[in-house]
């Protein structure tokens, strides 16, 4: 949909263009041309505000199910507090299915919601470029100072919206002045700073996922350990690996807390739900690490599998960090080859 308006967009200014209609930036264009100009930028406009209206429902449906894994988190903590007991471990069980469906609904609903936001900056971006195709075809009076305020107002929008990044040439031009140098070196160091927000960004991803991956498997081991026979009568006195009553063991005898790796109600966010940060890995460094590790990371997010993309969010981290060391190594250098050309008489 999207497509097809720019495509419409840019195929009324050829026709307009190779007809002669369309005036130069600044004098008034042909009525017809400009009428059909501001259908098709109308037309974004719609689409945008659709894509918005979207990322608000999935936003309150996402905040809802936060509420409800928190709630869900208390009552575990409640019931790890008290005493040991068949009734007391049946609830924790279902307390812990419970917080687990809830866990894998806030994974779905943060997919649900990058996909709303990407499709939202797209509509966003086809509607920018309708509207400075309008422009640039004379729209004036009121009508332009609408556009112009839009655009404004998208620009904002835009201005923090996840780009590729893009290193700048680490090769040291041995004709250079120390004042290109110097500007080498800023853009270095914007590129460092770029970097190490990624590296944040995957070792935060790369723990959320690890805790997911951990509440799943504990959930496994306890329906497979607890109670595989619930008629038999349970014992709460004793606490040993085996007994009734007591946690599972561990296999380091110690007993299987089955809410271990679950966050705390004071804890950060949902676990596992990715961020939007992971869907935009592949686009952001597809410049800065090898193809095979970005294929690997995109691979891993469609699996949907926490230990999977744990794993992929390790690699690509590691790639970073190495990319990062590099682009370090070469700034340093190129500011040493600046100081000693200020060192020249």
């Known amino acids: 949909m999207l497509r097809w308006l720019l495509a419409l967009v840019m195929l009324v200014v050829g026709s307009s263009v190779a007809s002669g209609q369309v005036a130069q930036p600044g004098a008034p264009g042909a009525p017809g041309a400009l009428r059909s100009l501001a ?23 996402r905040t809802s199910l936060k509420k409800t894994y928190r709630e869900e988190l208390d009552a575990i903590d409640r019931l790890k507090n008290q005493r040991a ?35 939202l900056l797209h509509a966003q971006r086809a509607q920018l470029a ?15 100072q609408q556009l112009e305020r839009a655009r404004t107002l998208l620009l904002q929008q835009l201005k923090g919206a996840p780009h590729r990044i893009v ?16 500007q080498r070196v800023i853009e270095l ?35 497979d350990v607890f109670y595989r026979d619930d008629d038999q009568p349970h014992r709460s006195a004793s606490h040993k690996a085996g ?52 294929t690997s990371f995109a691979a891993a997010q469609r699996s949907g599998d926490p230990t999977q993309r744990a794993e992929a969010a390790h690699k690509a981290h590691d790639a970073v960090a190495r990319r990062l060391d ?14 000693q050309l200020r060192g020249k008489p």
């Open 189 to 223: 160091r914007a590129s460092e700073a770029e970097l190490n927000r990624q590296l944040v960004g995957l070792d935060q991803q790369a723990t959320e996922l690890e805790h997911l991956a951990s509440l799943r498997k504990q959930h496994s081991r306890a329906g």
């Open 85 to 119: 007991s068949w009734r007391r471990d049946r609830e924790l069980r279902d307390s812990l299915s419970s917080s687990l469906d809830t866990a894998n609904q806030l994974s779905a609903a943060d997919r649900e919601i990058q996909k709303a936001i990407a499709s």
């Open 243 to 294: 007994d009734v009553g007591a946690l599972p063991d561990d296999g380091t005898g110690g007993a299987l807390d089955p809410s271990r790796g679950l966050p705390t109600s004071a804890g950060p966010g949902p676990v596992g739900g990715p961020s939007s940060f992971e869907s935009y890995v592949p686009t952001v460094l597809a410049d800065v690490i090898d193809a095979s590790t970005i």
């Open 326 to 339: 590099q682009v370090k190594k070469k700034r340093a250098e190129i500011e040493a080859r600046a100081k």
């Open 39 to 61: 259908a098709a930028t109308d037309r974004t406009d719609a689409v945008v505000k659709d894509a918005e209206h979207r990322v608000a429902q999935l936003a309150a449906h």
């Open 130 to 144: 309708a509207i400075d195709v309008e422009l640039g075809a004379g729209a004036t009076g009121p009508r332009a």
């Open 167 to 182: 290193i700048p040439d680490l090769e040291i031009d041995p004709l250079a002045d120390p004042e290109e140098l110097d």
